[in-house]
């Protein structure tokens, strides 16, 4: 791994890396599969309005636990616990990570060791997917904590997953041991070794040398793919990333708010260059932000086509005609604006020259302005003040579809909403479908609401889609059982399963 | 004596006061902040970072925050990591063995070696050895650190298999010899820089030393050149050096920022920079003061060996 996990409690405020240790540690009441289908895991079977597990209204929820299964100190789990780590989540003194959806649950009822119900003040389909990035955490061993922000059990987590917690070197590599009492499948291998490399150029070498075994997060970089695809021994896959690389607009600015200017933008990316030449053809082009392992991914939108003459024309029927300085303009405002993203970023830097150069042919002008990574995705983009960012976005949330986070007109931080729409991406009709399936449970029905949204949004383009990410992982041809699952985020989602091949 | 040990000692606490007034302001003021690593994930609402800022008491003004940190110091809390409530104690604690072994090895090294360079050179002027040493001092000087650590690792690693591309030890072979193993390759090269420092100005210091008159009537006295050398030369050469040790104490422990990135060592480089980019500024803070305080007594030690063994300088 290139970035160093150092948060063991699941429920407190983490990065991807960390996800890896708390998938092998922990359990949550359901799993969300490499299909995007939900399966039960500590729960013992997923509720669903079909099974009464959860009400026709949606909002009495039940949830049946899985008997005889122990913390790795031996004590047995129970709905006690469930109880316990949903009240820890809304605690106000609690640093919590996500609250979304568990602000929602109130009147938590322990039925039974083995059954626990509790109440929605709203009926919220999303939930359920955010459970499987909810780890339960032990009762037994917090509520003894005076603080649980400093917990002792922070740096030496107990949970019930398929591996116990063994030390960790600083800096260096935590190291997990199996858990041979693990209620599910599994564990196959003794040890886990989470080692921390900061250098991908040095992660890289030393998978090739053979001192790493499967390569997480952030893999192997796509300039190495063509090479370590031929190393002897190593299985080097390409595998989708739910990050979707776009072009993100402002729709604030003026420039934007004509979907003229849009689509003329969009239509003059070259972006099989970008594709092919910059990323070596490793990542894959789309046209929504859904992606494309989901369930609820739309195949049937307009393909995207390169062409400078269609985009003048688009420009000249709108109105937006060419000055002194070969800049359009329309009613004083000139096709303009400054693209920003993290400075540093060689791939992103190469493919904004090939924009500028694009869109200087149509007479539009982008400046390229670059920022170190914690400006770049700090207030300037949460509280939209770019003209235009160059980003990979990650628009689920534990792979639900619901993406009222990024689309609703509610969640524009700038306006003063309560979520990450950062683009300012207004429109009636998708508020009101993102409304309608967030109430909703059945997959199917799910499935038409989120596809004409993606419908609308690719006929809107708040933001000009480049491509859905790749990314390169790579493995020892002799470690079987490894299977991706871009529903979570991390490559050791499943190490339960992991296992050599003699 | 007493005199002075007070007057420094009070310089150095309002130079420290100083040193975490700039640092904290600084910090602060950077854009960005301990949550922007969340910004981009897709299940934190804006909301729920505002909730972590003011849990981990961000929104207070800026000289408030100053002076709770600074109250907790005086008090002995050195405060805890933003990233994983650690004490920062013990993160700077967990970090130091590595970097006191790497950076022990390699200033034992380079001062053993850059001293007999830098006499050598200046016994011998001007030969053949002293022009390969300046040389070679020179090349050393130029070349960055990182690029050593590649082609060592490229050459002793990768093509000649002979030595571990990096990392402290084999992980479940925690051996002495495992660890020694690993030790070589950056030690060399983080000598490397530190050899053609001292060298140089060990040569200089020689060479200051022995165009004296009382070396010449030593050796008037019919002294062997070697008891010339050993008895006055070098003994009155090492003077200066102790103030240039003096200022390289601190870095034994603060660390090597681009070694130990290139061999993925875990010690006190990586975790400050680690730290910067997570804007952990409890830990930054934390590092900051520790070295600051460490540059502060490794001067005021080699102001008080240098008046210990040098009769001619007194302290007031």
Redesign the interface.
């Known amino acids: 791994m290139s970035q160093e996990p150092t948060v063991f409690n699941p429920l407190m405020p983490h990065i991807e890396v960390d996800d890896a240790v708390h998938f092998s540690v922990f359990d949550a009441l359901v799993r969300m599969d490499p299909q995007g289908v939900l399966q039960p895991n500590l729960a013992a079977e997923v509720p669903s309005q079909k099974n009464g597990g959860i009400s026709e209204d949606g909002l009495q929820w039940r949830v049946r636990l899985r008997d005889n299964v122990r913390w790795h100190d031996g004590i047995p789990f129970t709905a006690e616990d469930v109880k316990f780590t949903l009240e820890l989540i809304t605690n106000p003194k609690f640093r919590a990570w996500r609250t979304a959806g568990h602000s929602l649950v109130h009147d938590i009822q322990v039925v039974s060791p083995t059954e626990i119900t509790w109440r929605m003040k709203e009926a919220f389909a999303p939930y359920l997917s955010f459970l499987a990035e909810t780890f339960i955490v032990p009762k037994h061993i917090l509520e003894k904590e005076a603080d649980p922000n400093t917990a002792a059990f922070n740096q030496a987590p107990i949970g019930t997953g398929a591996f116990k917690w063994s030390k960790r070197i600083a800096g260096d590599h935590l190291e997990l041991i199996a858990n041979p009492s693990y209620a599910g499948e599994g564990p196959y291998v003794e040890r886990l070794i989470f080692k921390y490399i900061p250098d991908m150029t040095v992660l890289y070498t030393q998978f090739k040398s053979g001192a790493v075994d499967l390569v997480d997060q952030s893999y192997i970089t796509a300039d190495h793919y063509e090479e370590a695809r031929k190393l002897p021994g190593k299985q080097v896959s390409l595998e989708h990333s739910p990050s979707i690389e776009s072009i993100y607009l402002n729709l604030g600015r003026p420039q934007f708010k004509d979907p003229a200017v849009r689509q003329a933008l969009y239509a003059a990316i070259d972006r099989k260059a970008v594709i092919d030449t910059v990323y070596y053809g490793v990542v894959t082009s789309t046209e929504t932000f859904m992606p494309q392992s989901s369930f609820y991914y739309n195949p049937n939108l307009p393909a995207q086509q390169f062409n400078l003459n269609r985009a003048r024309e688009i420009l000249d029927k709108a109105g937006w005609k060419s000055g002194a300085d070969g800049i359009r303009a329309k009613d004083g405002v000139r096709l303009s604006f400054t693209n920003s993203t993290t400075s540093g970023n060689n791939l992103r830097e190469q493919t904004q020259q090939f924009l500028q150069q694009t869109f200087a042919e149509i007479g539009v002008e982008m400046k390229i302005s670059n920022l170190p990574a914690a400006v770049m995705w700090g207030e300037f983009w949460l509280k939209s003040q770019f003209d235009t960012a160059m980003v990979g976005v990650t628009y689920l949330i534990a792979a639900d579809p619901d993406a009222t986070n990024r689309l609703a007109t509610s969640a524009i931080a700038a306006q003063g909403g309560r979520g990450s729409n950062t683009g300012q991406y207004s429109n009636p009709e998708v508020d009101s479908l993102l409304q309608q399936g967030a109430r909703t449970f059945d997959q199917q029905e799910r499935r038409k609401i989120y596809n004409r949204v993606q419908e609308i949004v690719r006929n809107d383009l708040p933001f000009l889609p480049l491509f859905q990410a790749r990314n390169v992982i790579g493995r020892k041809e002799k470690l079987t059982g490894f299977t991706v699952n871009t529903n979570t985020r991390t490559a050791s989602w499943n190490a339960a399963g992991l296992r050599w091949a003699s | 004596m007493r005199a002075f040990l007070l007057s420094r000692l009070s310089q150095s606490l309002a130079l420290l006061v100083i040193v975490s007034i700039i640092g904290f302001t600084i910090l602060s003021i950077?854009?960005?902040?301990p949550?922007?690593?969340?910004?981009?994930?897709?299940?934190?609402?804006?909301?729920?970072?505002e909730?972590?800022k003011e849990?981990?008491g961000l929104n207070r003004p800026l000289w408030i925050q100053y002076l709770d940190w600074a109250w907790r110091l005086v008090q002995g809390d050195w405060g805890?990591?933003f990233?994983?409530?650690?004490p920062v104690l013990t993160?700077i604690g967990?970090?130091l063995f590595?970097t006191l072994l790497l950076m022990g090895t390699s200033t034992a090294i380079a001062t053993a070696i850059g001293t007999w360079i830098g006499i050598r050179g200046a016994t011998h002027r001007y030969s053949l050895f002293d022009y390969l040493a300046t040389v070679g001092a020179m090349v050393a000087l130029s070349i960055p650190t990182f690029w050593f650590g590649l082609v060592g690792?490229y050459f002793f690693?990768?093509r000649l298999g002979w030595l571990p591309?990096?990392?402290?030890y084999t992980?479940g072979d925690g051996s002495v010899l495992n660890y020694l193993h690993h030790l070589i390759l950056p030690s060399i090269v983080l000598s490397l820089v530190h050899v053609a420092v001292w060298s140089r100005y060990m040569r200089t210091a020689t060479l200051d030393v022995i165009s004296q008159d009382f070396v010449k009537t030593a050796r008037a006295k019919g002294l062997s050149e070697r008891r010339v050398l050993m008895k006055h030369v070098v003994g009155n050469a090492l003077l200066p050096m102790i103030t240039l040790a003096g200022m390289q104490l601190p870095t034994i422990l603060t660390g090597a920022l681009v070694t130990e990135?290139?061999f993925?060592w875990?010690?006190m480089g990586?975790?400050f920079?680690?730290s910067l980019?997570y804007?952990d500024y409890p830990v930054v803070m934390g590092l900051l003061m520790f070295s600051a305080i460490l540059v502060l007594l490794g001067n005021l030690i080699a102001d008080i060996v240098i008046a210990v063994v040098d009769p001619r300088i007194r302290l007031a």
């Open positions: 950077m854009p960005g902040g949550s922007s690593q969340y910004g981009l994930d897709p299940g934190m609402s804006q909301a729920d970072i909730r972590i849990q981990l805890r990591s990233r994983d409530g650690t993160v967990r970090h590595a690792i690693s990768l591309a990096g990392n402290m992980i990135t290139v993925t875990p010690g990586r975790l920079l680690d980019g804007s």
